[in-house]
């Protein structure tokens, strides 16, 4: 049974730092990209960032460029998002997820709230 499970959301000051984590199990970690997808209220889920599994390549939407960093762990099965200089407009729901091609698992998600 496939399980990701995040972690490491909350309420958070604008210019604030939060890092997340996404535990991988029932998988070959190795063998899927990683990435971090987001929802706000009332929009789209949209792509944060991508870590390719061949070549460490990261992919970042324009929004969260040179202020998040997408890692992993291979030893501890961990993905990691890094968020610094947050902004209200982060506020998002945000979801782990693994693909290989066609195949894709979702974690559960966490809140992640920018507020003043």
């Known amino acids: 049974q496939v399980q990701l499970v995040e972690s490491g959301g909350g309420l958070v000051q604008p210019g604030g730092s939060l890092r997340l984590s996404c535990v991988v199990s029932g998988l070959t970690f190795s063998n899927y990209a990683m990435n971090w997808y987001r929802q706000a209220p009332g929009k789209e889920r949209e792509l944060v960032a991508v870590l390719t599994n061949t070549g460490g390549n990261t992919i970042y939407a324009d929004p969260v460029k040179g202020r998040f960093t997408i890692s992993r762990d291979s030893a501890k099965n961990t993905v990691y998002l890094q968020m610094n200089s947050l902004k209200r407009e982060d506020t998002a729901v945000y979801y782990c997820?693994?693909?290989?091609?066609?195949?894709?698992?979702w974690g559960q998600g966490t809140q992640v709230t920018v507020s003043s």
């Open positions: 997820n693994a693909r290989r091609g066609p195949v894709g698992f």
